[in-house]
T-cell receptor, first 116, second 113 residues
């Protein structure tokens, strides 16, 4: 039962253009969403997050949009750079229900390739 | 300075053996985790400890036993290894609270032959 889905296993974007990575979820109890970036042979690195009380959060070139009614979130990277080439994981948690721990449910990732 | 470090990076062993993976964090976090990434790339939580106390146990076989000697360390011991245990195991830590981002180690790739 996949509660967090990233339906595009890969995405290729030209340098300077916008990259849009999508994520869908099914659990209506999720109230906190995160994006992680992962390079080969490294662990996932936290990128940006959004609480369910917001619909947008921005940090430099990275913006996350949340559409609660559609149970959909997206990560926009603009402008895309070659160093952004990595696997991007969407994750979600029931933040208010997990007490002292952050129990994240991850999607399977989207591999972004930024070409010159 | 590595924030979350785990050793070894690679571990190749035969079925039936017992092995351990060590994890240490220097971020001052109270909560630590073990996640497993299987061949289908699913990253799933296995355990979480808060200040040496087990708080999340996701129906992992009891061949897997986490041990937290102090809040900066969370080791994973696996008994009687099986082929299906082959995966990448990630240690992570976070501040207390359900909305705290996790900081991951670089993973241990376990191969059981």
């Amino acid at each position: 039962d996949q509660q967090v889905k990233q339906n595009s296993p890969s995405l290729s974007v030209q340098e300077g253009r916008i990259s849009i990575l999508n994520c869908d979820y099914t659990n209506s109890m999720f109230d906190y969403f995160l994006w992680y970036k992962k390079y080969p042979a490294e662990g996932p690195t936290f990128l940006i997050s959004i609480s369910s009380i917001k619909d947008k959060n921005e940090d430099g070139r990275f913006t996350v949009f949340l559409n609660k009614s559609a149970k959909h979130l997206s990560l926009h990277i603009v402008p895309s750079q070659p160093g952004d080439s990595a696997v991007y994981f969407c994750a979600a948690s029931e933040g208010r229900n997990t007490g002292t721990a952050s129990k994240l449910t991850f999607g399977t990732g989207t591999r972004l390739q930024v070409t010159l | 300075d590595t924030a979350v470090s785990q050793t070894p990076k690679y571990l190749v062993t035969q079925m039936g053996n017992d092995k351990s993976i060590k994890c240490e964090q220097n971020l001052g976090h109270d909560t630590m985790y073990w996640y497993k990434q299987d061949s289908k790339k699913f990253l799933k939580i296995m355990f979480s400890y808060n200040n040496k106390e087990l708080i999340i146990n996701e129906t992992v076989p009891n061949r897997f036993s986490p041990k937290s000697p102090d809040k900066a360390h969370l080791n994973l011991h696996i008994n009687s290894l099986e082929l299906g245990d082959s995966a990448v195991y990630f240690c992570a830590s976070s501040q207390v609270g359900g909305n705290s981002p996790l900081h991951f180690g670089n993973g241990t790739r376990l191969t059981v032959t």
